[in-house]
């Protein structure tokens, strides 16, 4: 005889498979939107299932809460694709806020007789929960641009932030103990808030694709701890996928910055720019109009585009996907060198250009393209800066010497387009632009592309 | 009880080295959409939200739960509406299918 209680688990179970099967699916694109649908079954089982559950006495709120978040939700899927990043990170937020708060009313059901092991991940749980909560919604406010972009430091930032992080381990510590102390509980809710706020603070924007992923596991690991606390598995095991796929993300970023995650969070690149910023002095640099660039890039047989966060800005990816139609009709073979911290969070330049209709195969990572830089003719750099900046490879004293960067230097000819000579957002000079290979296009990115698809179609009648 | 905590915990480890594998191949073409879905799956913790409104054990855990279970419906729908969104937009090189 079956119940309504192993009927739970089974849904459970089954969901369990699919969410696996989900990210199994996505690891490429002809399958990824399966991936989708599995993830939706599962979801729609588990939810289902857990409706069935005998507890449940009152359905009313349930219902109201599903409807608001339905409300919520459908506008947060339709955003436009340039504010996916911040899109991200509000998601973040809202995940971590869902675990706070169930972490916090289970604290306040179960005391004072609570285990030590269920205080220990309860404290976890809000913890990283409240933590990701703030620093999230900080992260979304910088990049939705309501926020400063630029990182704020101070002195004694980091022994401030450590140890208010350490005190409210304390605190918590101190729950494990004697979980009857409820009036000590605001504090392990409290101090995470105000620490996600601080720690957000002194990153900039560059710095945004690790943290972003690093608040990604965070907030994956606080609902594998719910899952503990609530003896789920499903919950643990979807953390856990979730934390794991966080993780990785942090890592590939910070690899593909040269830094370490400790650097991102805790190191003021900030101090650094100035002694960037000090070496910069008039040097003469090469500019080009958009009708000599066009000549330049109809005459190529290999073109590479090396796209960055200025083209988000700039909302140029439509306008590069008519270049890359006027060339290719041309007969010119055109790709596109991505580096992994490209824009502001890992693959945002990938969804750009995919949005913008260009076929993904054209779309290469940076260990993909670099051989291909001294076959190509023009490398066409596009609103990026660090990234290709050679300093990284051949010259110690640079802040950013070590990071991999598109080795663009090695093409025959390289065309940046640029606003002005003013440097990146790390702050630091880039010996590219003062090279005799480099054309500098001055303008803004759209407009300037634009300008080239003009130049080429003239051309051709 | 022990022996419980001791099972979540080999379940736990077992799904982080799961994940690992399984995100490990997925192409850096797809991080974003990885990172939508990863956050639409994690929308799960509205089981948990659900279970504590539907106890109705006392006011704040209702009045809680509920604004839980409305910020994971909201990831949930969102999530994977974007990322289906964002999925139907790659596309391989060729003609198109109509």
Same mark, same amino acid.
């Given at each position: 005889m079956i119940g309504t209680e192993q009927i739970i688990e089974i849904t459970y179970l089954v969901a369990t498979a699919l969410f696996i099967l989900s990210l199994k699916w996505l690891s490429s694109p002809s399958t990824a939107r399966h991936g989708v649908r599995a993830g939706e079954l599962g979801m729609l089982l588990a939810v289902g299932g857990t409706l069935?559950?005998?507890?449940? @006495?009152?359905?009313k709120w349930i219902a109201i809460g599903l409807v608001l978040g339905t409300i919520i939700g459908v506008p947060l899927g339709k955003v436009q694709m340039t504010a996916v990043p911040q899109r991200t990170a509000l998601s973040h937020a809202f995940g971590a806020l869902c675990v706070t708060l169930v972490g916090t009313a289970e604290f306040y059901l179960r !005391?004072?007789? @609570?285990p030590r092991f269920m205080m220990a991940v309860l404290s976890m749980e809000v913890i990283l929960g409240s933590l990701t909560f703030t620093g999230s919604l900080m992260a979304a406010g910088k990049l939705q641009e309501i926020l400063p972009q630029r990182p704020i430091t101070y002195r004694g930032q980091n022994i401030v932030n450590l140890s208010l992080l350490a005190i409210a381990v304390g605190v918590a510590a101190y729950l494990v103990l004697h979980?009857?102390?409820?009036?000590?509980?605001p504090a392990v809710v409290g101090i995470p808030l105000v620490f996600g706020v601080l720690m957000i603070i002194p990153i900039g924007g560059a710095d945004m694709p690790t943290v972003i992923s690093l608040l990604n596991s965070y907030a994956g690991l606080s609902a594998a701890a719910m899952g503990f606390v609530l003896d789920s598995k499903l919950l643990i095991i979807a953390g856990a996928l979730d934390g794991a796929s966080g993780f990785i993300l942090s890592v590939n970023m910070s690899k593909a910055m040269n830094r370490s995650f400790s650097n991102v969070l805790f190191g003021a690149f900030g101090q650094e720019q100035a002694a960037g910023a000090a070496v910069q002095q008039a040097q003469p640099v090469r500019s080009a109009t958009a009708e000599e660039a066009a000549a330049i890039l109809a005459a190529a047989n290999k073109v590479v585009i090396v796209p960055g966060y200025g083209m988000a800005v700039a909302q140029a990816q439509h306008k590069v996907r008519e270049l890359y139609d006027a060339l290719t009709k041309r007969g010119v073979d055109v790709k596109f060198g991505i580096h992994? @911290? !490209?824009? =502001?969070?890992?693959g945002h330049m990938n969804v750009l250009l995919a949005e913008a209709d260009?076929?993904?195969?054209?779309l290469l990572d940076m260990e993909e393209i670099n051989g291909d830089f001294p076959q190509t003719d023009v490398a066409l750099v596009i609103g990026a800066n660090d990234v290709t900046n050679p300093a990284a490879r051949n010259? !110690? +004293? +640079?802040?950013?010497?070590g990071m991999p960067i598109l080795? @663009?230097?090695? !093409? =025959?000819t390289v065309m940046v387009i640029k606003r002005s000579m003013s440097p990146g957002f790390a702050g630091i000079d880039n010996p590219l632009y003062y090279l005799d290979k480099t054309l500098m296009l001055f303008g803004d990115a759209k407009s300037f592309v634009g300008a080239l698809v003009r130049e080429l179609a003239g051309g051709q009648s | 009880m022990k022996l419980d905590l001791l099972t979540s915990l080999y379940v736990f480890m077992l799904a982080g080295f799961i994940g690992f594998e399984v995100i490990r191949r997925v192409s850096p073409l797809l991080h974003t959409p990885l990172m939508s879905l990863t956050n639409a799956l994690d929308a799960i913790a509205v089981v948990g939200a659900i279970l504590l409104v539907g106890e109705h054990k006392s006011t704040l855990s209702t009045v809680l739960g509920t604004i839980a279970i409305v910020a994971a419906t909201g990831n949930l729908v969102g999530g994977f509406l974007i990322t289906d969104r964002m999925l139907k937009m790659f596309r391989a090189s060729g003609p198109k299918k109509p």
């Open positions: 069935l559950h005998h507890d449940i @006495v009152d359905y !005391a004072p007789d @609570v979980p009857g102390q409820t009036q000590y509980f992994p @911290v !490209a824009g =502001r969070m890992p260009i076929p993904y195969d054209k010259d !110690a +004293s +640079s802040p950013i010497y080795d @663009v230097d090695k !093409a =025959r | -």
